[in-house]
């Protein structure tokens, strides 16, 4: 009786080991989905259209927003572009991290109120084979997250066209 019972609690044991592990590669398998669906532009598809322009085609997240995958100074980062902002916009931590300079500080009027940040320039920033220069830019002790907003002093130098959950971003050149 005693072997039987013994063999019976190793068997829940193994049941339980087994169920953990089950449902620790699914959770393995959906935090990718889900990375995937918040930012379906991890490797953006890009090209050169009919006049040799290059342009960069994103998709929208699971939440209609844009999010995008690029560089600051040639180190990775991720971008929320937002036409409501009028200046790319770097969170505090992250901005340490990509050695930006500073430059004064000064207060705007964001979502959650007022906030002073500091003022910085990016030499370059680049989403696919679109690359910006000597772009204005703050940096914000508010935000928390690692996504940088993607403002319009960084935008206005691009042409953009949205179709559907689809948007088109262009270089735009100076004439």
Known sequence: MQQNNSTTQFGRIFTWIAWLLVLGLLAFVFQDLLETQNNPNEHPQYSLNKQGDAEVI?????HGHYVVNGTINQQKVTFLLDTGATEVSIP??????LNLPRFGRYQVSTANGTITVQQTTIDELSIGNIFLYNVRANINPGMRDNEILLGMSALK?????QTGKQLILRERHAF
């Open 58 to 62: 994103l998709q929208q997240n699971r």
């Open 92 to 97: 505090e931590q992250l901005a340490q991290q």
């Open 157 to 161: 130098k691009l042409e953009f066209q």
